[in-house]
T-cell receptor, first 113, second 113 residues
Framework: ETGVTQSPTHLIKTRGQQVTLRCSSQ?????VSWYQQALGQGPQFIFQ???????GRGNFPPRFSGLQFPNYSSELNVNALELDDSALYLC????????????FGSGTRLTVV | AQKVTQAQTEISVVEKEDVTLDCVYE???????LFWYKQPPSGELVFLIR??????QNEISGRYSWNFQKSTSSFNFTITASQVVDSAVYFC??????????FGTGTSLTVIP
């Protein structure tokens, strides 16, 4: 059983650029959630995808968007990057509407300069 | 509103000492779930325990134990006979909707050999 894999591991972007982060969910899971973890903080919920549609969104602006594909993998896109977007982005997969059984990936460390 | 408070930012203990990590939560929901996660330097969040709001039984798993008290809205985590491998950041989290976790700011535990 494979876990959640995220790519790339690290990324450096310039302010104003766009970035795409990728996540492959654990086998058998149909739901993907994305979290942003700033340095020294707890993860903050960005959004969740189920059946290729957004199923809940946290307090993040529209320039944060996502996709889920038929194989349940997912992308997080961030447009017009700002310095404050520098963070660890964590992806978690699960079965729909289950509070347990979340599997987190190791994250993508994004640095915006 | 959902909120999790981990007042202890950093804790250092000498190996073999016991240590308790505090977690206080706020929610108006009657059904909710509480979690503890461990985050090693590699970044992934490792699931430790889940409790639902109707089960106040304390739980012990090896050197780990958890004390859930609804009367004080607390869900504390104790490590007995700490080891160097326990060094990590520990997060307490709350979920009641099934699609979003609310994390505390984490407690960084350092176990000194």
């Amino acid at each position: 059983e494979t876990g959640v894999t995220q790519s790339p591991t690290h990324l450096i972007k310039t302010r104003g650029q766009q970035v795409t982060l990728r996540c492959s969910s654990q086998s058998g899971h149909n739901t993907v959630s994305w979290y942003q973890q700033a340095l020294g903080q707890g993860p903050q919920f960005i959004f969740q995808y189920y059946r290729e549609e957004e199923n809940g969104r946290g307090n993040f602006p529209p320039r944060f968007s996502g996709l889920q594909f038929p194989n349940y993998s997912s992308e997080l896109n961030v447009n017009a990057l700002e310095l404050d977007d520098s963070a660890l982005y964590l992806c978690a997969s699960s079965l729909f509407n289950r509070e347990y059984g979340y599997t987190f990936g190791s994250g993508t460390r994004l640095t915006v300069v | 509103a959902q909120k999790v408070t981990q007042a202890q930012t950093e804790i250092s203990v000498v190996e073999k000492e016991d240590v308790t990590l505090d977690c206080v939560y706020e929610t108006r929901d009657t059904t909710y779930y509480l979690f503890w996660y461990k985050q090693p330097p590699s970044g992934e969040l490792v699931f430790l325990i889940r409790r639902n709001s109707f089960d106040e039984q304390n739980e012990i798993s090896g050197r780990y134990s958890w004390n859930f008290q609804k009367s004080t809205s607390s869900f504390n985590f104790t490590i007995t006979a700490s080891q160097v491998v326990d060094s990590a950041v520990y997060f307490c989290a709350l979920s009641s909707t099934g699609n979003q976790f609310y994390f505390g700011t984490g407690t960084s535990l350092t176990v000194i050999p």
